[in-house]
Nanobody, 115 residues
Framework: QVQLVESGGGLVQAGGSLRLSCAAS????????MSWFRQAPGKEREFVAR????????YYADSVKGRFTISRDNAVNTVYLQMNSLKPEDTAVYYC????????WGKGTLVTVSS
């Protein structure tokens, strides 16, 4: 049974930082491309960042480029999202996604950025 469990969300002031984690189990983690998506209240889910299975290739949405960093540790089956210089518009539920032969999603972690 595949599980993706996000953690690290919370309330932070604008300009602050948070680090999200997504712990994966039940899959061969090192063979999956991992991504972060987010969904703000009243909006559709949107792509945030992606990292290749080996960690050598990353891709970011323009809205977070230069502020967010995605990374992964295949030894502990975890992908991270370091979020710096947070803005109120970053407020959303952040979801972890694993893409390989199938697509898997976590349940999300809430990030709230106050102005």
């Amino acid at each position: 049974q595949v599980q993706l469990v996000e953690s690290g969300g919370g309330l932070v002031q604008a300009g602050g930082s948070l680090r999200l984690s997504c712990a994966a189990s039940g899959l061969t983690f090192s063979t999956y491309t991992m991504s972060w998506f987010r969904q703000a209240p009243g909006k559709e889910r949107e792509f945030v960042a992606r990292i290749s299975w080996g960690g050598g290739i990353t891709y970011y949405a323009d809205s977070v480029k230069g502020r967010f960093t995605i990374s992964r540790d295949n030894a502990v089956n975890t992908v991270y999202l370091q979020m710096n210089s947070l803005k109120p518009e970053d407020t959303a539920v952040y979801y972890c996604n694993a893409r390989g032969d199938l697509d898997y999603w976590g349940k999300g972690t809430l990030v709230t950025v106050s102005s």
